[in-house]
């Protein structure tokens, strides 16, 4: 309920626009992040092609230009209004004008995300000023100050281009600006007008005197640029959309700020013999405001004999969590934050995993502490921090309110005749919502002591990694977990009957079956841990089950069989290493080395083709591996079973999988 609005204040910024080009070139690098990551943080850095000019302008007050940039100057033809920040140094001519002060509060009101600025309303107050267009010193148009121009793009100022732009068009109706149209699409002639809303797409110029049927964007901006830069009326510029980091918070918690300050508050930094500068202790929280505010002791300090006061902002939480890992390299050293050997004995991070809620600004914070520690650095040259980067998924889970409209969790709830009400009041019936990631906020969380001390620790790992590959969100279900619950439960019977066949000592073993399927096995599993494909190590699990329930029926040597189900249950523990463990230590096994596979023996004589007839199965032929459509449609052919469904005028087409699979169309 409390009123959101702007303030200006002042702060301290990590110059981290410094490296826009740098953090940009660096995604090039890195082959193993999802594209999906770098894609957005490419957004997020905002690199845009376009061009700086400057306004003249004529009115009543001592202004005789404003420097814009702009994407589109091939648009100039269609401009109808300038638009400034609130925060524009124009402003200053305004800062006694009861409607401006009144009409900069709204603007105050106003969110500053783009989607914010998009879906707002667009209000204007109009200055006693008017620009002209640099491409037709005739063209004169109104200077307004705007709610949707923020200050840290470009310089503050925009040109208003109505038919090409959607803020601009909504803008320019509320203050019947005029409309011209100077882009057509492809598929229409010269008379074609935007009326309804805003064209923004590629098209022809129109109404746009010499630039008139350039192609636009592509071929129009360059054209147009080099006009504005040879008539000395602009200037080629790239912009960056990123913005520097601010860093100031007003808080007890986080990093104090190596500032001090003198009487005429002109910043100093604290000497490098007083670093680091520690937070005071024992401090009451119960203030108005910053707490260290109110800490005098501490701030004031004395340098070079003269008494200063301390910087009472404390560092932005991300700022630590920018460089810890080079900490984890080094977490012993005293001296300085890392080690330089460590370092280059650790760094860069191989794997990182994480939520995509860090896509942007955690990992782009991360990689500028990298671009800045390396800048003109001798002594440390790692730009990139993290080689590889997976992104996991969310668990989900229902959402539930009262009738009050208050969230309520789980515990909360109680089913009578399978519709929800609240335990504590059973008059008042739960609306059920949607599924969302867990949070605190919205109280749709469960709690792991209860899972544990019910299933235990590995069925709620078992249900988590088996549901969905571990990219995507998990949705959280009783009934998931009870299903895990009951495949331990297979698995340790499975257990009971494997010391049972032990302790009976088989002279031979029936086959080779069971060292041949613990190997694949250890392959899938192996490939499966290193591809991330954990939902697949789950189907693997099932798999050996299936084949072990069966197999163990058979003879075998007592080693044959410590051997391979050693190696399984090793492999079973990064999954369920509770299970696993109890299972190794009933073998009295203690060495638990990952174990390697065995190619040669996954080397097969036979392999089964199954053969369908109009995509239905007819029957198996057992081959030799590799075995070319012609060869094994001759086989079916002889077959007697099989020879009957065919007759060769009637075939389409085969569509042959090798070593799997052969549809015969018919």
Known sequence: ??????????????????????????????????????????????????????????????????????????????????????????????????????????????????????????????????????????????VYFANFVLMDYGFGAVFGCPAHDQRDFDFAKKYELNIKTVVRPKDKNDTYKVEKEAYTGSGVLINSNFLNGLEAPDKSILETIKILEERKLGKKQINFRLKDWGISRQRYWGCPIPIAYDEK?????????????????????????????????????????????????????????????????????????????????????????????????????????????????????????????????????????????????????????????????????????????????????????????SYGADSARLFILSDSPPEKDIQWSEEGIISSFKFLQKLWNLNIKFLIEIKKNHKDDSDNEFEKNTNLFLKNITKNLEEFGYNKIIANLHEIYSFLIKQIEKPYKKSTLIENYKKILICMSPIIPHFAHECLDGLSIKNIDWPNFNETILITDTINVVVQINGKKRGLITSKPNLSEENLFEIIVKDEKLSKYIKQENIKRKIYIKDKLINIII
Not at 83 to 88: E, N
Not at 117 to 132: P, R, W
Not at 273 to 288: I, Q, R
Request: hydrophobic share 35%.
């Open 1 to 142: 309920g409390a009123l959101v609005e702007r303030k200006k204040l002042s702060q301290w910024f990590f110059n981290i626009s410094k490296f826009s080009q740098d953090l940009l070139d660096g995604l090039n690098q890195l082959d193993n992040w999802p594209n999906k990551v770098k894609i957005m943080q490419k957004n997020w850095i905002g690199k845009s092609f376009g061009c700086e000019i400057d306004f003249k302008i004529e009115g009543k007050l001592p202004v005789k230009k404003i420097k814009c940039f702009t994407t589109r100057p091939d648009t100039l033809f269609g401009f109808s209004f300038l638009a400034l920040s609130v925060d524009h140094e124009i402003s200053k001519f305004y800062k006694n004008n009861e409607e401006f002060i009144k009409f900069k509060e709204l603007c105050s009101k106003t969110g500053t995300t783009e989607e914010a600025i998009a879906v707002g309303e667009k209000i204007g107050f109009k200055t006693d000023l008017f620009a002209i267009n640099p491409l037709d010193p005739k063209d004169k148009v109104p």
């Open 265 to 453: 508050r002109k910043a100093h930094p604290i000497p490098e013999s007083m670093l680091p500068v520690k937070l005071p202790e024992n401090v009451n929280l119960n203030v108005k405001g910053n707490p260290l505010d109110s800490q005098l002791d501490w701030k004031k300090i004395k340098i070079n004999g003269k008494t200063l006061t301390r910087e009472t902002d404390t560092l932005d939480t991300f700022v630590c969590s920018s460089w810890y890992y080079l900490r984890f390299c080094s977490p012993k050293e005293t001296n300085y934050g890392f080690n330089k050997e460590e370092v280059d004995y650790w760094m860069p991070v191989d794997q990182y995993i994480g939520g995509i809620e860090h896509a942007i600004l955690h990992l782009l914070y991360s990689r500028f502490f990298m671009q800045a520690l390396s800048y003109k650095n001798e002594k440390f040259s790692i730009t990139e921090p993290f080689n590889g980067l997976f992104t996991q998924g969310m668990v989900c889970h229902e959402t539930y309110k009262d009738p009050d409209g208050n969230w309520v969790s789980p515990d909360e709830i109680e089913i009578i005749d399978g519709k929800k009400f609240l335990k504590k009041d059973k008059s008042k019936p739960i609306t059920v919502g949607s599924s969302e990631s867990m949070s605190k906020s919205k109280k749709n969380t469960i709690d792991p002591e209860n899972i544990i001390s």
